[in-house]
């Protein structure tokens, strides 16, 4: 039974949510249809070009995503405290890169509001902006909208693109969240699209390792811009938020993860545990069984460390 949004995410008990939306039918978001011999992978740059426009409206980072051929994955924080220090111009500029804006709004642009109930108006169109623009639901939303929109105008039809709402897991700890990171990142690898990180298109794993390139000037940038961050070191700016792990264990771990994954490549697996492992207090099998609970469509609600404790009850249960 489909649970209510507000049951599903809320910000005071994490910040962090993976987000999948799935074509209709036989729909394709993006590459080749077999039956038809259409192919639609010019449809991925304008999915990676409105999730870099969303990043920068909303207050809503992206962690990870993968563009896949009929569904897509993103990773989402929230940061609600970045939405209190925008001033009312703020807001409204924000607002109005996506949507024409109310009449009165457009009066105070213009200098024509004279009266203090106007601006009292105009105050609570702009906190009920505000509040959209941290809201996971508009969003997607925003996205997926647009890219209804406009896939159906190219396919000249109307009609259902995507299959209802979109599916979101709230992810409770930082084992939750780095496993579903590293899930996502391993779409095309698991799918057999791709065969190493660097060969997986239009994902944020391809857009890491490429930003880390030694070309690269700053290697804690990467090409696509609206990407959450990493930890540099011990010292950041604190009104920034930040992914709780350094870059370049990350992508070890996520390498690591495809390589086990891999039956065909066993001789492939590297011995040395990554040291992100170590960090989380995790071993090998720990990390493989989250990696496989992620993939539970059922789970909205993922809890990294607290999934362990239970399959540990659980087989010392069956032991006794």
Known sequence: ??????????????????????????????????????????????????????????????AAYAIMSNHYHVVLHVDAARSRHW???????????LYKGDPLVHCYLRGELRSEAKYRQLDRIVETWRERLTSI??????????????????????GRFWEGRFKSQALLDEAALLSCMAYVDLNPVRAGISETLGE??????QARIRGAAPE???????PFPGLMPFQAGPERDGESAFLPID???????????GRIARADKKGLIPK?????LSDLNLNQAQWCTL???????????????DKLAARERSRTKKAA
């Open 291 to 305: 990696a496989l609970e992620i993939q539970k469509e059922s789970i909205t609600m993922f809890n990294g460390l």
């Open 87 to 97: 001033s009312r111009d703020d807001v409204i500029r924000r607002w109005l890169r």
């Open 200 to 205: 997986s298109e239009f994902t944020s794993i």
């Open 216 to 222: 690269n000037n700053d290697s804690t940038e990467c």
């Open 247 to 257: 870059m370049r264990n990350y992508i070890a771990l996520v390498d690591w993860t």
């Open 137 to 158: 639901s508009w969003f997607m939303r925003c996205l997926n909208e647009y890219m209804a929109r406009r896939a159906n105008k190219e396919d000249d039809c109307t």
């Open 1 to 62: 039974m489909t649970r209510p949004r507000s049951q599903i995410i809320s910000l005071a008990d994490t910040s962090f949510y993976h987000c999948v939306s799935r074509c209709v039918r036989r729909a394709f978001l993006c590459g080749e249809d077999r039956y038809s011999g259409q192919n639609f992978d010019h449809r991925k740059p304008w999915l990676v070009d409105r999730l870099a426009l969303l990043g920068e409206v909303f207050a809503i980072d992206l």
């Open 272 to 276: 040395e545990v990554p040291s992100a």
